[in-house]
């Protein structure tokens, strides 16, 4: 007689997977950006920081700023969020709600090889596309990390 699992601990197991793949994503999409800046001889997010105040300077305008500050303060979290979601831990979970603004405001999807997929695509339609599938891509992590575990 084969005895079913517990449906608790199944549900537990599916979550912690979710956890698992959306904190590799956020870990890996850092390592990507690091790579990618430190091979054209900046530093990741420093960089960002510093075109940003000579913008300022130039258009006397602070939004670049704010748009940088927010990405450098996002690249952070993601760091902290891959770690604790690697880890199986609740606040991982909970920093990671936290991002879906700023990764829609300066659109980082939470499944970043979507950038790569609209790549191939018109560019209106790369746009429309785009916008539905991020929007897509960050309810699917809500949706798999929130179920209870």
């Known amino acids: 007689m084969s005895r079913r699992p517990n449906s608790r601990y199944s549900l537990a ?9 959306w904190g ?4 890996i999409y850092l390592v990507i950006v690091a790579i990618k800046d430190l091979s054209a001889g900046q530093i990741p997010a420093y960089a960002d920081l510093i075109l940003a105040f000579e913008t ?21 979290s ?33 499944f970043f090889p979507l950038i790569w997929i609209l790549g191939f695509l018109p560019s209106p339609l790369a746009i429309y596309v785009g916008v539905v599938l991020m929007l897509l891509s960050e309810s699917a992590k809500v949706v798999s990390l929130s179920r209870q575990s």
Do not use: C, H, N
């Open 78 to 110: 993601l760091g902290f969020s891959g770690v604790l979601l690697l880890m199986g831990r609740k606040s991982g979970k909970y920093l990671s709600y936290v991002q879906i603004a700023p990764r829609l405001v300066l659109v980082i999807p939470s």
């Open 56 to 76: 300022v300077t130039v258009y006397e305008s602070y939004v670049p700023l704010l748009v940088a500050g927010l990405g450098a303060a996002l690249y952070v």
């Open 24 to 27: 590799a994503l956020d870990l």
């Open 13 to 21: 197991m599916v979550t912690f997977r979710w956890m698992m793949f």
